[in-house]
């Protein structure tokens, strides 16, 4: 009895597979034949087209960099001995040859004593002297020795000044004590850093361009510049230079310079900023991105030739939101399909709607 069950229930089942695959089957043919039918039916495809207007397509290059002085120097000692005055702090402002610090010049001052008094006995030896030659009263030879005596007592007397004028550390530019080395009392030698000074009455900035950019820039050409330090607050500066070889990442080197504000909004050397350098639009052909087929980097769209529709590759340019601007492959009376293309192939057939 259990086993004419299991027969009856595999009958059943192998039943009920038949049944389903038949069916399936059935169905797919179906399909296959109202697909068919529709291919033959549909002879055009229905798409909306536009024409190709003349235009233009704001343009900004955008780029970071940092805020620097135009002009940032350390000081280095050129005497040697104890500091005895201390003029400036740091974030002072110092005039161009003002004193930054004094160093003791008791000895050099005797040393200059020494020099101008010997200058003074060699000029007057040298006077004495001439006077005896006019009498042949000495040796032609040794008057020229006399003379070459002068010369190195001017020299030395010039090199004693020098080391005199050095014991007063000057600030060689116009500018701001940025960082102090050193501290009254203390000694310093020839070539130790005294201290940094920074020009910051004008600032540059300078940034990376890319090689598809470079030659929309122009020296002079004015510049916005965003600081994220000052929300809501935009500078102007211009272009001062541009590079003319790039570097790895093909992207050459433009510097900015811009006035530095004063008040509240005076600027400090190391702000991060964003440039923002607008380009002037020309007239060109500009179409919906609607249109375009594929990518921007390989763009193209299907153009209306009689009732079909021709597949046309192009050369683009700038873009933004809703328009590309379209260097090359478009003529401005032509059509454009901006709605439908996805259903397109080449040299199909088309019926355009509004």
């Known amino acids: 009895m259990k086993t004419g069950n299991k027969i009856l229930i595999s009958l059943t089942i192998i039943v009920l597979v038949a049944l389903g ?20 039916t549909i002879a055009e495809v229905p798409v909306k087209v536009s024409s190709p207007k003349t235009g233009s397509i704001n343009h900004q290059i955008k780029a970071t960099g940092i805020i620097s002085a135009t002009e940032e120097l350390t000081v280095l000692s050129e005497t040697q001995g104890k500091v005895k005055k201390v003029n400036k702090n740091v974030g002072d402002h110092i005039r161009k040859d003002e004193a930054i610090v004094e160093v003791d010049d008791e000895t050099i001052s005797a040393n200059v004593l020494v020099a101008e008094a010997n200058y003074e006995q060699q000029k007057k030896d040298i006077e004495r002297m001439e006077r005896l030659e006019q009498g042949s009263a000495i040796a032609k030879h040794d008057l020229e020795q006399a003379r070459i005596g002068l010369k190195k007592a001017e020299a030395d007397l010039i090199t004693a000044r020098k080391a005199l004028r050095d014991t007063k550390i000057k600030a060689p530019i116009s500018g701001i004590v940025n960082k102090r080395m050193v501290e009254n009392g203390q000694f310093v030698s020839g070539g130790m850093s005294v201290c940094e000074i920074v020009n910051t009455s004008k600032l540059k900035i300078w940034i990376k361009v890319p090689e598809k950019d470079i030659f929309k ?13 000052i929300p809501g607050k935009t500078f102007s500066g211009k272009i001062n230079s541009i590079g003319e070889k790039a570097d790895n990442s093909m992207k050459f080197d433009a510097e900015i310079v811009l006035d530095n504000p004063e008040g509240s909004q005076h600027l400090k050397a190391g702000l991060f900023t964003e440039v923002i350098i607008p380009i002037e639009a020309t007239e060109t052909i500009i179409i919906e991105k609607s249109a375009l087929v594929g990518s921007l980097k390989n763009p193209s769209v299907f153009v209306i030739e009689g009732d079909k529709a021709v597949k046309r590759d192009l050369v683009t340019s700038e873009s933004d939101d809703k328009y590309i601007e379209v260097i090359n492959g478009l003529k401005k009376e032509e059509k454009v399909v901006i709605s439908g293309q996805l259903n397109l192939h080449d040299g199909d057939r088309v019926k355009i709607i509004q």
């Open 217 to 229: 820039l122009a020296k002079g050409q004015v510049v916005n510049i965003a600081i994220s330090a």
């Open 21 to 40: 695959a038949y069916k399936l089957n059935t169905n797919k043919q179906k399909i296959k034949a109202e697909s068919t039918l529709a291919s033959q």
